[in-house]
C-alpha cells in the first residue's frame, strides 16, 4: 500500500471531494440548527410541547440513515435533494434537545428581574434567555457536526456529493488496484473535516459565550 502516491497524483479530485463533503455538512447543519433553534423557541415554554419534542427527538435518532434515504428517493429521485433533505433532517434533532434544555434552564429570578425592567417577551428571549442558553445549544451543534459530517459519506449511496464515494468505491474493489488507499484515503480526510469544524466552533464559544458562562 503506497498512499502518499496516490494521493499526491489526484489531489484535483480529493479536494473536490473534500469540498463538496465540507459544504454539505456545513449547510445542512446551519440549515438543521436554523429549524432546531426555532422549534425550540416554539415549544419550551410549554412543559408537555417541550417534553414530547424532546421525546420525538431522541426517538427520530434511532431512524436509520440509509432507510431515511431510501424513503426520500421516491419523491425525489438520486442526487442532492435527498441527500440534503436526510442529512438537515438528523442535523436539527440534537441541536432542538439541547436547545430546549438551555432554554429551559434558565433561572427564573433572572427572568424576573428583565420582565421587571420592562422587557418585552422578545427582548428577554435575544438578550437574556438565548445568550445563557448559548453554551448548551453550542454544544448540541458541535455534536450535531460530527455526526453529520461522518453520516454524510453514506449518500454516495444515491449518488450524492462529497468523500462516500471514494470510500465506497474503494471498499467495492478490495483486492482490486488501489482500492485500500482509495477507501483510507476518503476515511483520513472526513476525520480531517470533523476535527477542523470541531476547532473552528470551539473558536466560535471562545468568541461568543461570554465568561460567567465559560
Avoid at 59 to 73: D, G
Avoid at 143 to 154: E, K, N, P, Y
Wanted: hydrophobic share 60%.
Amino acid at each position: 500500500m503506497n498512499l502518499w502516491s496516490y494521493v499526491r497524483g489526484r489531489g484535483e479530485v480529493l479536494t473536490f471531494l473534500t469540498y463538496q463533503h465540507a459544504s454539505l455538512a456545513f449547510q445542512t447543519v446551519l440549515v438543521g440548527t436554523i429549524v432546531a433553534v426555532l422549534v425550540a423557541i416554539a415549544v419550551y415554554r410549554l412543559p408537555l410541547g417541550s417534553a414530547l419534542t424532546l421525546t420525538a427527538s431522541r426517538v427520530a435518532l434511532t431512524i436509520p440513515s440509509l432507510a431515511l434515504l431510501a424513503l426520500l428517493l421516491v419523491p425525489f429521485g438520486l442526487g442532492v435533494t435527498p441527500s440534503f433533505i436526510m442529512l438537515a433532517f438528523f442535523a436539527a434533532l440534537p441541536v432542538i434537545g439541547n436547545a430546549i434544555v438551555g432554554l429551559r434552564s434558565v433561572p427564573t429570578s433572572v427572568i424576573e428581574s428583565a420582565r421587571g425592567i420592562g422587557l418585552s417577551r422578545w427582548r428577554i428571549l435575544l438578550t437574556v434567555e438565548f445568550p445563557i442558553a448559548w453554551p448548551v445549544i453550542l454544544t448540541g451543534i458541535r455534536i450535531s457536526t460530527q455526526m453529520i459530517v461522518g453520516v454524510a459519506a453514506i449518500v454516495a449511496y444515491v449518488l450524492g456529493p462529497g468523500l462516500g464515494s471514494l470510500i465506497f468505491n474503494g471498499l467495492s474493489r478490495l483486492g482490486g488496484a488501489n482500492a485500500l488507499e482509495m477507501a483510507l484515503t476518503g476515511t483520513i480526510l472526513i476525520v480531517a473535516i470533523a476535527l477542523v469544524f470541531d476547532a473552528l466552533l470551539v473558536l466560535l464559544g471562545r468568541l461568543t459565550i461570554a465568561k460567567g458562562l465559560q
